[in-house]
């Protein structure tokens, strides 16, 4: 079946670091991919997707590129601030007729100052 | 835009007891999606409707679980005779139905603690 894996965390960042969590992917097709985002106390909020092979999603300085030949969707940032201190969720999803997302476990980002 | 709204946003019950969540969507969408989140742990699908219809549930969801979207706008998740294992944050989602790009916005989930 489908999956999404991540880089486990913590990820421990010092302010103005360069940032990227790996996520890797097992699909039997041809899905969407997402990152979401859940600050603390706050409900996940989408980050930014792709919907299709060679996409590059980009959001808040934050990209990700759908690699179909390593199954990947890493999230990359180039300076990370304190606020980007949340959890990173990857997860895929296919819309149409079948259209629940399946997210990995999550990545806790923590930024120093 | 009000975003996607749930209630309670914290639930404590006895082993035993039924509980039932409720969420509101986005106005304009006609998908509705349940997620359910354990400490440590990605969401969930448990279940999901389009306008009225319960399209895909999950083996999650067990027999003691039931959810509705009767006029095809709110949606409520009941739990009976809870359980410990029960005990996890349920989220809520919505999407407007149309092309492969369906994205779905979260609400900020209900709690629920079974003592």
């Known amino acids: 079946g489908d999956s999404v894996t991540q880089m486990e965390g913590p990820v421990t960042l010092s302010e103005e670091a360069f940032l990227t969590i790996n996520c890797t992917y097992t699909?039997?097709?041809?899905?969407?991919l997402f990152w979401y985002v859940q600050y603390p106390g706050e409900g996940l909020q989408l980050l930014l997707k792709?919907?299709?092979?060679?996409d590059k999603g980009s959001n808040k300085g934050f990209e990700a590129t759908y690699r179909k030949e390593t199954t990947s969707f890493h999230l990359e940032k180039g300076s990370v601030q304190v606020s980007d201190s949340a959890v990173y969720f990857c997860?895929?999803?296919?819309?149409?007729?079948?259209?629940?997302?399946?997210f990995g476990t999550g990545t806790l980002l923590a930024v120093q100052p | 835009d009000t975003g996607v709204s749930q209630n309670p946003r914290h639930k404590i019950t006895k082993r035993g007891q039924n509980v039932t969540f409720r969420c509101d969507p986005i106005?304009?969408?006609?998908?509705l999606y349940w997620y359910r989140q354990t400490l440590g742990q990605g969401p969930e699908f448990l279940t999901y409707?389009?306008?009225?219809?319960?399209?895909?549930k999950s083996r999650l969801l067990s027999d003691r679980f039931s959810a509705e979207r009767p006029k095809g706008s709110f949606s409520t998740l009941e739990i009976q005779r809870t359980e410990q294992g029960d005990s996890a944050m349920y989220l809520c989602?919505?999407?407007?139905?149309?092309?492969?790009?369906?994205?779905?916005?979260f609400g900020p989930g209900t709690r629920l603690t079974v003592l």
């Open positions: 409707f389009q306008n009225e219809a319960q399209l895909e």
């Open positions: 699909a039997t097709g041809y899905p969407s």
């Open positions: 106005s304009e969408h006609n998908r």
């Open positions: 989602a919505s999407s407007s139905a149309g092309g492969s790009t369906d994205t779905q916005y």
């Open positions: 792709a919907t299709k092979a060679d």
């Open positions: 997860a895929l999803g296919y819309g149409g007729a079948t259209n629940k997302l399946i």
